[in-house]
C-alpha cells in the first residue's frame, strides 16, 4: 500500500501527523509525506509550541494521485486553514475521490475535504468548530472519534482531535487492509 499524507511546511499538528505516519509504516504502508515544499516541515504541539521537525519526501506540485492508494490530511489549525485554498491540494483530494480511494481527515484537516468539495451529502465529524463549514459544504457533522462513510463512491475517514488518534490511525489501516486485495489488483495491470 502507498500512502501519500498531505501538509503545509509550518503549522501541522506535530501528533496528527506523526502517529498516523507510524501506524501505516508499521502496518507496512509506503507513506510519502508531500508538503508545499521539499523543505523541513515545522509541526507545533497545540497550536502553540514548536514541535519536531519532519522531512517532506516530496512536493504535492510534484506526485500524482494514480501513484498512490489513500490520501490523508493532518490537522493544525494554521496548517489547514493555507491547506484548505492549496489548489495542489485540492486536485489532490478530489483525484482520490474520484478514482474510489480512501481519504482520510483529522480535527482541522476536513477544512480541506470542504473546499474540495467532498463532503456533500457524506457522514463526516471533525474539530467541533468546522461544523457549520462542514454542515454549508453539504456534510452531516457528528461528534463521534471517528466517523467512516463509504456511501459516497470512496471510503471518507474522519476524526475530531489528537486524543482521538488511535481510534482514526486504527481505522486508516483497517480500512486500506480491507482494500490489499484490490491495491494488488489496481498494480498488476
Known sequence: ?????LTT??????????????ALREAGAA???????????LTLVSDRRPGTV?????????VMAQEYDAVVVPGGTLNADRLRTDRDAQRLVGAFAKAGKPVAAICH???LLVDSEVVRGREVTSYPSLRTDIENGGGSWHDRQVVIDTSG?????????????????????????SRLPAARERAQS
Open 54 to 62: 519532519v522531512a517532506a519526501d516530496a512536493a504535492m506540485g510534484e
Open 9 to 22: 511546511n509550518y503549522g501541522v499538528e506535530q501528533d496528527e501527523l506523526t502517529r498516523p505516519v507510524a
Open 153 to 177: 463512491g470512496f471510503p471518507l475517514i474522519t476524526s475530531r482531535r489528537p486524543g482521538d488518534l488511535d481510534a482514526f490511525s486504527a481505522a486508516l489501516v483497517r480500512t486500506l487492509q
Open 109 to 111: 484537516g476536513p477544512w
Open 1 to 5: 500500500m502507498n500512502v501519500l499524507v
Open 31 to 41: 507513506v510519502t509525506v508531500a508538503a508545499q515544499r521539499v523543505a523541513p516541515i
